[in-house]
């Protein structure tokens, strides 16, 4: 029983650190996926929120790697090539922006994250530009992406 009031109060914790995202549900999903979270505070939530990030921004890379290696269209193929360079160093910002947490430099850390984000939504733009309609599991993650990045900068915005 006991136990049980503890998962509770972490499922409580999740809530009020996820709640004031424009979609809780997304971070609550992703704070819950992580086994550090049946012990994390509000920092740590903010940890595995950037770590949800940065693996989404892994898969974005990967799978933008594949497409640009199947696009016949040139100026496409470079504007995706582009996006995966952009992704990578995203996922180095997000790296750097977790030390920053860990530091508790929480303005730079939002920073990061958010120039993360900026990479994500550039990327977009450009291939938008072309008139190409990504694929939409593409989408799919970048609309994750998007969303778990507003919802770190907010959670990391209640620690200043």
């Not at 004031?20 to 740590?44: F, T």
């Not at 040139?74 to 582009?82: E, S």
């Not at 530009?129 to 959670?155: F, G, K, V, W």
């Amino acid at each position: 029983m006991g136990h049980r009031n503890l998962v509770f109060a972490d499922d409580t914790l999740i809530k009020t650190q996820c709640h004031n995202a424009e979609v809780p549900e997304a971070c609550i999903q992703c704070v819950k996926s992580d086994p550090r979270s049946q012990s994390a505070d509000k920092v740590g939530i903010a940890a595995i929120v950037i770590t949800c990030i940065s693996n989404k921004a892994v898969t974005l890379e990967s799978n933008i790697t594949v497409l640009a290696s199947i696009v016949h269209d040139k100026d496409l193929k470079l504007v995706l090539q582009d996006c995966q360079k952009e992704l990578s160093d995203a996922k180095t910002n997000l790296t750097t922006a977790m030390d920053r947490l860990k530091n508790k430099d929480y303005d730079l850390t939002n920073y990061l994250v958010n120039h993360a984000l900026q990479k994500e939504f550039d990327c977009k733009k450009n291939v938008g530009d072309l008139q190409y309609t990504l694929p939409t599991t593409i989408l799919n993650d970048m609309t994750l992406y998007e969303e778990l990045s507003e919802a770190a900068m907010r959670i990391i915005d209640r620690f200043l």
